[in-house]
Structures are given as structure tokens and as C-alpha cells.
């Protein structure tokens, strides 16, 4: 079993900037991917960014180049640092690890 805790979401206006944590605990190795998924109201919830097992990161056609995926493997996290938000960023953002577990999401709205 893995848990995951997301922490860092809130409301940031246009351009601003947001970082998001997730802390994993259990059963949870260098060799497990991790990523954030989104979901916003009424869509079906997308692929932002990951990182596989060789720590490769792949990222969302849009987010690339506002979006930045790390790994602290010492502390089992990984982070989404979101650069120029923009208003369609907004969406409740998941992380996620090998084996499909989720976290329970943290809110990111970008408004004026």
C-alpha cells in the first residue's frame, strides 16, 4: 500500500505561481513513476506531468514550459512548480504513483 498527501494548492491570480508538494509513505520505491493529473468541472481528468522510473519527465502539450515536474527520492516527493497560470489551470490536480494509487487532490484556482 502507498499514500499520498498533496499539499501547496489555493488561489493565485493570472501569471502567478503555485507549487505543489506530495509526500508518499508505505510501499513506495525509486522504481514507482509519479506524476499530477487534473481534473476541472466537467472534464475528464488529464495527464499534467510525470516523471518514470528512469526519472524522466513528460509533460502535457499545455503545460510544457510553465510546468516543471521534480523528485526528492531522500524524502519520497514529488513537486509541480506552475509558472503563468492561467485561468483554464484551474482543476482539482492529483498525484499519482505506479500501482494506481491517488492521492485525495488539492484545489488550484487561478482568477482574478
Known amino acids: 500500500q502507498v499514500q499520498l498527501v498533496e499539499s501547496g494548492g489555493g488561489l493565485v491570480q493570472p501569471g502567478g505561481s503555485l507549487r505543489l508538494s506530495c509526500a508518499a509513505s508505505g510501499s513506495i520505491t525509486s522504481q514507482n513513476a509519479m506524476g499530477w493529473y487534473r481534473q476541472a468541472p466537467g472534464k475528464q481528468r488529464e495527464l499534467v506531468a510525470n516523471?518514470?522510473?528512469?526519472?524522466?519527465?513528460r509533460y502535457a502539450e499545455s503545460v510544457k514550459g510553465r510546468f516543471t515536474i521534480s523528485r526528492d527520492y531522500r524524502k519520497n516527493t514529488v513537486y509541480l512548480q506552475m509558472n503563468s497560470l492561467k485561468p483554464e489551470d484551474t482543476a482539482v490536480y492529483y498525484c499519482?504513483?505506479?500501482?494506481?494509487?491517488w492521492g485525495q487532490g488539492t484545489q488550484v484556482t487561478v482568477s482574478s
Open positions: 516523471i518514470n522510473r528512469y526519472g524522466l519527465p
Open positions: 499519482w504513483t505506479s500501482g494506481d494509487y
